[in-house]
C-alpha cells in the first residue's frame, strides 16, 4: 500500500464545474504540500499545508490531521487548470517528500 | 532574482558516460532535494542536500551522487549512465527551520535521455 494515496487518478470535467482531489496518506507529518505539474514536467507549489484550510483564487485545500485525509477543491473550472495535481507529504522522521501518484484533470471548454 | 534554475534543460548522452546537472536555488533557501521523474510516472526522491551535507537519501544506486556548494546552488552527477536513467530531473529548494516542513520552489527540470 502507497503511504500516499490520491483519488481519482483521472478526472474530465466540463468547464465551470466544481473539482476535488483527495488525498489520504498513512504516515506521520509535519507538513502535506498540494502541487501542479503541466505537461512538460515544470512543478508549481501550489499549498503546503499542517492544519485548517488554505485558499488562494480559485484552489482551496483542505486538511483533517485526524483522518489523515486531504482535499483540493478547484472552483469555477477553468481548461488552464488542465494539469496533474499531485499531493506529497513531509514526513514526521525526516525532510524527505513522499509523493503521491497524481490526479490528470482535463477541463474541457 | 527568485525561482529554481535548473541546467541544461534537455540532454542526451549514451550509455556508459557521466553527467552534471545543476540547480541554482532560490534565494534564501538553504535545502535543496533531487528527484527523478520518469516518463508517465511520480518523481522519486534521490537526495537532498542542507548546509553543504547530504541529509538524506532516496533508494539510489551510489552513481548517483551530488554537491551543494555553498551558495547553496547543487549539483547531481551521474555515473555510468544506464538506459533507465532516461527521466526528467527535479530539483526543488526551501528554507529548512527546525519544523522541518517548509515551502518547495521547483525548477522546470532536465531532461535527460540515455542512448
Known amino acids: 500500500k502507497n503511504e500516499v494515496e490520491q483519488s481519482p487518478q483521472n478526472l474530465t470535467a466540463q468547464e465551470g464545474e466544481f473539482i476535488t482531489i483527495n488525498c489520504s496518506y498513512s504516515v506521520g507529518i509535519s507538513a502535506l504540500h498540494w502541487l501542479q505539474q503541466h505537461p512538460g514536467g515544470g512543478i508549481v507549489s501550489l499549498f503546503m499545508?499542517?492544519?485548517?484550510?488554505k485558499k488562494h483564487g480559485r484552489l482551496i485545500a483542505t486538511i483533517n490531521i485526524q483522518e489523515k485525509h486531504s482535499s483540493l477543491h478547484i472552483t469555477a473550472s477553468h481548461p488552464r487548470d488542465s494539469a496533474v495535481y499531485i499531493c506529497?507529504?513531509?514526513?514526521?522522521?525526516?525532510?524527505?517528500?513522499?509523493w503521491g501518484a497524481g490526479t490528470k484533470l482535463i477541463i474541457k471548454p | 532574482e527568485t525561482g529554481v534554475t535548473q541546467s541544461p534543460t534537455h540532454l542526451i548522452k549514451t550509455r556508459g558516460q557521466q553527467v552534471t546537472l545543476r540547480c541554482s536555488s532560490q534565494s534564501g533557501h538553504n535545502t535543496v532535494s533531487w528527484y527523478q521523474q520518469a516518463l508517465g510516472q511520480g518523481p522519486q526522491f534521490i537526495f537532498q542536500y542542507y548546509r553543504e551535507e547530504e541529509n538524506g537519501r532516496g533508494n539510489f544506486p551510489p552513481r548517483f551522487s551530488g554537491l551543494q556548494f555553498p551558495n547553496y546552488s547543487s549539483e547531481l552527477n551521474v555515473n555510468a549512465l544506464e538506459l533507465d536513467d532516461s527521466a526528467l530531473y527535479l530539483c526543488?529548494?526551501?528554507?529548512?527551520?527546525?519544523?522541518?516542513?517548509?515551502?518547495?520552489?521547483f525548477g522546470a527540470g532536465s531532461r535527460l535521455t540515455v542512448l
Open positions: 499545508l499542517s492544519s485548517g484550510k
Open positions: 526543488a529548494s526551501s528554507l529548512t527551520v527546525s519544523s522541518g516542513a517548509n515551502v518547495l520552489t
Open positions: 506529497a507529504v513531509t514526513m514526521d522522521s525526516n525532510y524527505q517528500l513522499i
